[in-house]
């Protein structure tokens, strides 16, 4: 396809779609992924991270017209936007876009929710702006990624504040001209990179694209221009932060085909290519049983991306406990544990995790594919047992159920605030698509 007025066919579809012609099945995806981000928000929001941001931002904000999601703070809706961003990807529990790993909820859903308690708007208004902020983060990834992510460039970060800057111009009422300079501005924004993984960065890049989303929907509402063809010029946001530029992937099939109805949600906290090496070994650990007290030594074959991602043989702190796939097998098959409290400071330096992770090697093989692994354990008697995972649990062909992801809200929330509260906020959340607004979701989501 040729890059002819890419940025401007993307914003006329922002801002013309309407809630009747979203699929039924994707408007509840939608909910969906709004409800896994949210308790994710609130799971993450008394991480050592979110205590740091809050402690440098919070001079510096605005009227406090914006909660934060499981915490008692208030702030102006840009600086909320960034700390709620933060909370709801620092477990590294959120939801992905498996085709290009992107974390689609975390920039675009911190930024609305922040946005609609000064800015009325109904829930199903709300769930369609989310959906198009999807849509076009999603897309626009499709059209850089693998290239992109190669090069080192964190893609929830950089196509995130798309999304964040649709969905946020949505509620502001862009019309597609404001829309186009809102794209460009959040295009000028794009960053994120790979080397922060495993350090408090990492959910930075959600933050901030959620903030920097809805700051260039805020600065198009104003009259503030752009470029026009941010995202295809020479010298736009996909020649210049990609080898691959496939417009197709952007505009075909706007209205037929959804990326936001592709989304998956993590039933393990950490990265999405470790999931099978933990499915298989808590499978492993149900056959065995005691006899997890016997294993010799643990070999796993994976895809050359597991290794580049979460190759960190002797992580230090929890948040490289979650990019360390050795770390991840030892706590599974010891603890059969893949939720928070298996990616801790505590867990990664327990000494039966170190001991049983340092008898854990793991080679690559580019035949296997990225959602698989091959598991190999041996017995201190000699004796083998081998599994193979072909698919994850939480992938599109195993994905977690309302009931699971519900589940997920409540065991991850409760620390935060109270089982009982947790579970009402979760029902909450499953209603927004017909609520009158949505904005009572975040009060109810403050602690």
Not at 62 to 90: K, Y
Not at 160 to 178: K, M, P, S
Request: with cysteine; proline share 4%; charged share 20%.
């Amino acid at each position: 396809m040729t890059q002819h007025d890419i940025t401007k066919r993307l914003a006329t579809w922002i801002v013309g779609l309407t809630g009747e012609a979203i699929p039924p099945s994707v408007r509840a995806e939608g909910v969906r992924t709004f409800v896994n981000w949210l308790g994710c928000a609130v799971g993450g929001a008394r991480h050592e991270t979110v205590d740091c941001a809050i402690a440098a931002v919070a001079p510096f904000s605005g009227p406090a017209r914006a909660h934060v999601i499981g915490r008692s703070e208030r702030l102006d809706e840009l600086h909320a936007a960034l700390i709620n961003g933060i909370s709801s990807h620092v477990l590294d529990y959120d939801d992905t876009h498996l085709k290009t790993i992107i974390h689609p909820a975390g920039p675009v859903a911190s930024a609305i929710l922040a946005v609609a308690e000064s800015h009325p708007v109904s829930g199903r208004d709300f769930i369609t702006a989310l959906i198009a902020g999807v849509e076009a983060e999603c897309r626009i990834g499709n059209s850089v990624y693998p290239d992109h992510y190669d090069r080192g460039w964190h893609i929830t970060g950089t196509a995130g504040v798309f999304g964040a800057a649709a969905a946020t111009g949505r509620l502001l009422g862009l019309d597609a001209r404001q829309m186009t300079y809102a794209l460009g501005i959040a295009a000028t924004q794009a960053s994120g990179l790979r080397e922060m993984f495993g350090t408090m960065c990492k959910s930075f890049h959600p933050g901030r694209a959620a903030q920097n989303g809805a700051t260039a929907a805020f600065l198009a509402k104003a009259g503030f221009d752009s470029s026009e063809r941010a995202i295809e010029a020479p010298r736009g946001f996909a020649n210049v932060l990609s080898t691959k530029q496939d417009y197709a992937e952007i505009v075909d099939g706007l209205g037929e085909r959804w990326e936001a109805g592709l989304n998956t949600y993590k039933p393990f906290a950490c990265g999405i290519v470790i999931h099978p090496a933990i499915d298989g070994c808590q499978q492993l650990r149900e056959e065995l049983g005691d006899r997890v007290a016997a294993i010799r030594s643990v070999d796993l074959v994976t895809h050359p991306l597991v290794l580049e991602l979460t190759g960190k043989k002797t992580p230090r702190t929890g948040l490289e406990g979650k990019f360390s796939v050795y770390h991840a097998a030892a706590t599974a098959l010891l603890r059969g544990d893949g939720s928070p409290t298996a990616f801790t400071d505590e867990m990664v330096r327990a000494p039966e995790i170190i001991d049983l992770r340092d008898r854990v090697s793991a080679r690559s093989d580019a035949g296997i594919d990225e959602d698989a692994v091959v598991i190999v354990l041996t017995l201190d008697d000699g004796s083998r047992i081998e599994r193979r995972v072909d698919h994850a649990i939480g992938s599109l062909e195993h994905p977690l159920s309302d009931a699971a992801i519900t589940t997920k809200f409540v065991n991850q929330s409760e620390p935060v605030i109270g089982r009982e509260t947790a579970q009402r906020l979760a029902d909450l959340a499953w209603a927004i698509d017909t609520a009158d607004a949505a904005a009572p979701v975040a009060a109810a989501a403050a602690a």
